[in-house]
């Protein structure tokens, strides 16, 4: 009977808007929603974080709030965003992603950076080496990176963001042990990528490449995911090798003020963002290996996995506005190595 | 004067259903493609491609996809001859297996095929001794597309086997022929054109894999970088033109491509007569 009822396509019609209309409004009443478009690597950080912050939300006295997340190569996530993916957080891998955002739609003001503490970046890392057990090949720095049969795994800069930090951070040491000669700079990171046989898309692809398939001596890898590496498969497996110059990596967040529906979801959103920098979400960071500002509640051993090394920034290379086209752009210093 | 008189009534709603499906899922995507080529011009188009790294992705997509189907053309028309002509124990399940490609995401694929052959893989170590190396060279990139290409040779080969009558090729051998003589005589013009429409889809399937590929070529840029991965790239770089403009060149290509193997077809046809 229901379906000979059904078979009338206007009333079948109405009956969906009729039910679509009585659901929606009772969802926007009981509860907020929030979308954090984040990187890669995050996935295990801010699993933990989501469910630190909603407790604490409802603790201050508010509606429940649900948040859900999606994680995947920073630009191709920055990409979805200025396509029309209506999130209202972003937590990418590096600021020129964000800048893309706001250049290229107009979600989010130009100046977003400076709205919350350290450059919007509640937490930080670095890049570091993750070798074979022993160090076989008796990796201590860059310089030995180019060495007669090594090969070094990264992602490609174009699709990744860790990427475009190891590449720097390789660029930052060549320019240093060179006293500023930036031809010398250039040749050191073309030598480099010469000894370089596997470029993957996105971070997570270049661990695998290197700890499942066996490829390659020494692996460019964000200091956290090196770390989580070393949880996962057992640190009798690989080794950390902290070269003595590397680069402060900054993930930056930032408030989509052009996907904000409500008063109520700008209060979460802005708050999510916020309580990141709280002493509890810090020591949440810490624990997940990143490198974050305020220890007062993380533990000793959270605090001292971090080995100090000498970091340059990306003030150094002029900001990201100057970075990204220079070494990243269509025909920069990047493609022109593979040019060549 | 198009009504064509058929006992069944509906050609007014089957053509319109055809045309906007036909509109909504090809057409609108090919013309948004074109119209981007038609907004940046012929001469950024040309400056779009005229990069090294372009010319050596889009050859080598083309190379890996026209020897992958070569070989299945060879080795898909083995299997399905094996599998019409034969009766073995086992037969269904290989049977079953050949449609596996379709069924399985491409992403699986490419990452069982890298770890198979991956330095440290089962297939990896044991090629290493003969200085064969697979994942992360244009190898792998055959190899992956071997596996995407391989069923639709196989069934479209297949039925027409199935019809084939053994009795010409009785009567082949008892009028003197020899076997090479008769497959290539008898059996093979019948196949022709079930050949070359397997080799042209699996052809066409494979120049735009994307999935499969990218986990097992090495991705490097003027190496084993395949055409659909700079599409990709470009996008990253929010140069939507000169994605669009590979895309073009692609779509340009694979068109002339199957042009090709249909006139093919339609030569064969009147060389050969109605078979």
């Given amino acids: 009977m229901t379906i000979a009822f059904l078979r009338n396509p206007a009333t079948a019609l109405a009956i969906v808007l009729a039910a679509g209309g009585a659901v929606t409004p009772t969802f926007a009443l009981a509860e907020t929603r929030l979308l954090n478009v984040s990187y890669d690597p995050t996935r295990e950080f801010y699993r933990a974080y989501n469910e630190l912050f909603a407790q604490w939300w409802e603790a201050q006295g508010h509606d429940p709030v649900t948040i859900e997340q999606s994680h995947g190569g920073s630009g191709a996530q920055a990409r979805a965003v200025i396509d029309g993916l209506e999130a209202q957080v972003v937590t990418l891998a590096l600021a020129s992603d964000i800048d893309a955002i706001a250049q290229r739609s107009d979600v989010l003001p130009t100046d977003w950076q400076a709205t919350l503490p350290h450059n919007s970046a509640p937490y930080t890392s670095t890049i570091v080496f993750l070798v074979r057990e022993g160090n076989p090949k008796g990796i201590k720095d860059w310089q030995d990176l180019i060495g007669e049969g090594v090969q070094v795994i990264t992602p490609n800069p174009k699709t990744s963001g860790g990427a475009r930090w190891n590449f720097l951070a390789a660029w930052g040491w060549a320019l240093k042990a060179s006293q500023g000669d930036e031809d010398r700079a250039r040749d050191y990171v073309t030598q480099l990528f010469k000894h370089v046989p596997v470029l993957d898309t996105g971070a997570r692809g270049a661990t695998t490449t290197f700890a499942k398939r066996g490829v390659g001596d020494v692996l460019l890898a964000w200091e956290n995911e090196a770390f989580l590496a070393l949880a996962e498969m057992g640190d009798d497996a690989f080794d950390i090798v902290v070269p003595s110059v590397s680069i402060l990596a900054e993930p930056p967040v930032a408030l989509v003020e052009g996907n904000i529906e409500s008063d109520d979801q700008r209060e979460v959103a802005q708050a999510y963002l916020e309580h990141l920098y709280s002493p509890e979400a810090q020591a949440l960071a810490l624990a997940h290996y990143y490198r974050a500002w305020d220890k007062s509640r993380a533990t000793d051993e959270d605090i001292e996995r971090f080995p100090d090394l000498e970091l340059v920034t990306i003030a150094d290379f002029g900001g990201w506005a100057e970075a990204q086209p220079r070494f990243f752009g269509d025909g920069g210093i990047f493609d022109q190595i593979y040019a060549d | ?275």
């Fill in chain 2, 1 to 275: 004067m198009l009504r064509i008189s058929s006992p069944l009534p509906g050609f007014g709603l089957g053509m319109g259903l055809l045309l906007a499906g036909l509109s909504l899922v090809v057409l609108l995507p090919l013309a948004a493609l074109l119209g981007e080529g038609i907004a940046m011009g012929p001469a950024a188009l040309a400056g779009h491609l005229a990069s090294p790294r372009v010319l050596s992705a889009l050859a080598l997509s083309f190379r890996a996809a026209l020897v992958a189907s070569a070989f299945n053309l060879v080795f898909g028309l083995a299997l399905a001859w094996v599998l019409t002509r034969y009766r073995f124990p086992g037969r269904r399940l290989i049977d079953a297996a050949v449609d596996l490609p379709f069924a399985l995401p491409t992403a699986v694929a490419g990452i069982a095929l890298t770890a198979l052959y991956a330095p440290n893989g089962i297939f990896g170590q044991a090629l290493a001794p003969l200085g064969i190396t697979v994942a992360y060279t244009e190898i792998g990139i055959w190899l992956a597309l071997v596996f995407v290409g391989l069923p639709f040779v196989v069934r479209t080969v297949q039925p027409v086997i199935d019809e084939i009558d053994r009795e010409c090729e009785e009567a082949s051998a008892t009028l003197g022929a020899s076997r090479a003589r008769t497959l290539r005589r008898v059996v093979l013009p019948v196949l022709t054109p079930s050949l070359l429409t397997g080799f042209a889809l699996a052809l066409a399937r494979s120049v735009g894999e994307f999935g499969s590929v990218i986990f097992i070529a090495g991705n490097l840029p003027g190496k084993t970088e395949i055409a659909p991965l700079l599409i990709v790239i470009r996008l990253e770089e929010y140069d939507y033109a000169g994605a669009a403009a590979i895309g073009l060149a692609m779509l340009g290509i694979s068109f002339s491509m199957l042009l090709l193997i249909n006139a093919t077809q339609v030569w064969n046809r009147r060389r050969i007569g109605h078979v």
